[in-house]
Every structure is written in structure tokens, then in C-alpha cells.
């Protein structure tokens, strides 16, 4: 079992930053790979970025690429996502996961947060 908490989300003006952490415990040697996913209202959750749990090796979605950043502490059991120049459509609530293993990038995630808020205000 590995359990996933996020948090570090609030409410940002638009062009700012934020960075959202995302404590991992549990088997986390069985972890292939930390995936963060965003849903809007009234939208379904999608795919933002994904690390390599033991190499830090990233992917990210075209709409957040050059912007968002992703990195895992391993020693601390800590994945950060840290956005930058924040648009008003990035808001949402944030996701972490973890993926067991499987294909780059992972399409299944067996872990998942409770999700933080991120607002960006226009």
C-alpha cells in the first residue's frame, strides 16, 4: 500500500506561482513513477506531468510544458510540483498519484491523493 497526501494549494493571482507537495509513505519501493493530475469543475481530471520515482526522468502535458516543474525528493518521500506563470484555466483541484509500473508514460495509477485546490484568479 503507499498513501498519498498533497497539499500547498490556495488561491493565486494570475502570472504567479505556487507549489504543490505531495508526502508519499508506505511501499514506496514499489513506486515506478509520481503523476500529477488536475481536475475543473465541471471537466474531467487530466494528465498534468509524471516523474520517475528512482531516476527523476519527467513528461509533461503540452499546455504546462516550459511552466510547470516537476521533482521528487527520495530521502524525504516528497514530489513537488511547482507552477509558474499560472493561467486562470490551470485552476482546479490537483491530484497526486503513484504508478506501480508499466509503460513511459504510465497510463494506470493505483494510488491517488484527496486532491488540493488551486485557484488562479484572472
Known amino acids: 500500500q503507499v498513501q498519498l497526501v498533497e497539499s500547498g494549494g490556495g488561491l493565486v493571482q494570475a502570472g504567479g506561482s505556487l507549489t504543490l507537495s505531495c508526502a508519499v509513505s508506505?511501499?514506496?519501493?514499489?513506486?515506478?513513477?509520481m503523476g500529477w493530475y488536475r481536475q475543473a469543475p465541471g471537466k474531467e481530471r487530466e494528465f498534468v506531468g509524471v516523474v520517475t520515482w528512482t531516476t527523476g526522468f519527467t513528461y509533461y502535458t503540452d499546455s504546462v510544458r516550459g511552466r510547470f516543474i516537476i521533482s521528487r525528493d527520495n530521502a524525504k518521500n516528497m514530489v513537488s510540483l511547482h507552477a509558474n506563470s499560472l493561467k486562470f484555466e490551470d485552476t482546479g483541484v490537483y491530484y497526486c498519484?503513484?504508478?506501480?509500473?508499466?509503460?513511459?508514460?504510465?497510463?494506470?495509477?493505483?494510488?491517488w491523493g484527496q486532491g488540493t485546490q488551486v485557484t488562479v484568479s484572472s
Open positions: 498519484a503513484a504508478s506501480l509500473g508499466g509503460s513511459w508514460p504510465p497510463l494506470k495509477y493505483e494510488y
Open positions: 508506505g511501499r514506496t519501493s514499489s513506486i515506478y513513477a
